[in-house]
């Protein structure tokens, strides 16, 4: 890894600030979240001459990560997916310069990856040995697999809405899985601060109000977005919306690459929830604060991994919106299960409903006029149609089986 800039910890509330070898998670000053800061003097040489390595992933960037000891990496090749075109897909729903940032071909089939990396590869520079988190399904696969990846223990707290397949990826990799009673996470959550605090246990968890590291995955896919245009930017990056984190990320990643700190021409980011799961969307369509916005009541989405009744990184993730004149879409379930089928079919990307958000919205923001046809516009495709399939596949039409000759088959199929 070659030389880290890594300075520090910045508070996002008060401002003090802590040395990169200071262990803290969040400000001992006022107990908000924590900000990764870099040398940005050096920052700008340091993007100039950045290459995809032969492995390709996002310790390609390790001198913009929290992380200084090369020897606690723990990766399993995650990033570097693939900026595909969408042309197909594009010029039916009227902006033939789609692009999807396709997320599913993380190791563990979605975005949370990125995050996890870091902020495991922290715990083990910190010699941690017990990991915690608390989730419906990415976020615990993630972190079992990246646990397991650098023979740690992970205590891993589950909703009872967690779908069967992500319990059975989590459980696989040998963690102790703990379904917590309640349809969201927000039992979890509670206990698992606890478990932190009686136990000192690590908060393997993907809101910076819990753990400051894996806003520094997040960050990631906007590096790659912009290396892989060619060193420019698109005019739209949407995105979907559970804490805000994948959100907040992106605007910090595309903010880093201007060494100038200006937003001027970077792209506009949308957050974009369940129609009855919209704390976040309420908040930018009032123009709430983050002190403001509250807790969705009888929260319901098909899309799980958008099931946040509260965005735990609200201030981050609204922030994002305003600085870059973005804006927020509450879409349905229906919406989001044709962006599923539309996305599959018309582009070959099959994802989970979650990652059918930003594709619903771009249609949404194309019909409604704020998309202009000529904008090039990238979805973020968040996790893998594999992870989350019950409500689609009730919507496939799979043929009986039929004997295995032809006139059967003509039978069956007429010419
Ligand atoms: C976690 C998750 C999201 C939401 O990301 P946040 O950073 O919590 O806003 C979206 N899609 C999928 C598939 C997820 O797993
Ligand atoms: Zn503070």
Redesign the pocket.
């Known amino acids: 890894m070659r030389r880290s800039l890594y300075v520090g910890l910045r508070c996002v509330g008060c401002g003090s600030e802590f040395g990169r070898g200071e262990r803290v998670l969040t400000c001992t000053a006022c107990g908000s979240e924590l900000d990764a800061i870099y040398d940005h003097g050096r920052a700008g040489a340091f993007f100039r001459g950045v290459r995809r390595s032969p492995v390709g992933s996002i310790w390609d960037f390790g001198p913009m990560m929290p992380v200084t000891r090369e020897e606690a990496v723990v990766s399993l090749g995650e990033g570097w997916t693939p900026l595909l075109k969408a042309e197909r897909l594009g010029r039916r729903i009227g902006i033939p310069k789609l692009l999807l940032k396709d997320e599913t071909r993380n190791p563990t089939l979605?975005?949370?990856d990125r995050a996890i990396s870091v902020a495991v590869s922290k715990a083990v520079e910190w010699k941690k040995e017990v990991l915690v988190t608390a989730s419906t399904g990415?976020?615990a696969a993630a972190v079992s697999a990246y646990a397991a990846r650098a023979g740690l223990k992970a205590f891993i707290l589950t909703a009872a809405s967690t779908p069967l397949v992500k319990r059975i990826q989590t459980a696989a990799y040998g963690t102790t899985v703990v379904p917590v009673r309640g349809a969201t996470t927000d039992n979890a959550r509670a206990l698992a601060g606890e478990l932190v605090k009686e136990r000192g246990w690590y908060p393997a968890m993907?809101h910076s109000t819990a753990n400051p590291f894996t806003l520094e995955g997040?960050k990631t896919a906007a590096y790659e977005i912009f290396y892989q245009m060619g060193g420019r930017f698109p005019d739209w990056v949407m995105v979907?919306?559970?804490?805000?984190?994948?959100?907040a990320g992106h605007w910090k990643g595309f903010r880093e690459l201007r060494p100038d700190g200006e937003a001027e021409g970077l792209p506009r980011l949308v957050g974009v929830q369940g129609r009855e799961c919209a704390p976040f969307v309420e908040a930018v369509a009032k123009n709430l604060s983050y002190e403001e916005l509250k807790p969705w009541k009888g929260a319901h989405t098909i899309a799980s991994?958008?099931a946040?009744a509260y965005?735990a990184d609200a201030r981050l993730a609204l922030r994002a919106v305003r600085e870059s004149r973005g804006t927020g879409v509450a879409v349905s379930d229906a919406e989001l299960l044709e962006g599923v089928g539309l996305m599959a079919r018309e582009a070959g990307v099959f994802a989970?409903p979650?990652?059918a958000a930003g594709l619903a919205a771009a249609i949404r923001l194309r019909e409604d006029g704020v998309i202009d046809g000529s904008d090039q516009v990238v979805c973020s495709v968040?996790?893998s149609g594999l992870k989350q399939y019950e409500e689609f596949s009730a919507t496939l039409r799979i043929g009986r089986p039929i004997r295995g000759e032809l006139r059967a088959f003509e039978r069956a199929y007429p010419a």
């Not at 979907?240 to 959100?247: A, I, R």
């Open positions: 979605s975005f949370k990415n976020l993907t997040a979907g919306v559970g804490g805000g984190e994948n959100l991994g958008l946040d965005p989970e979650s990652g968040t996790g």
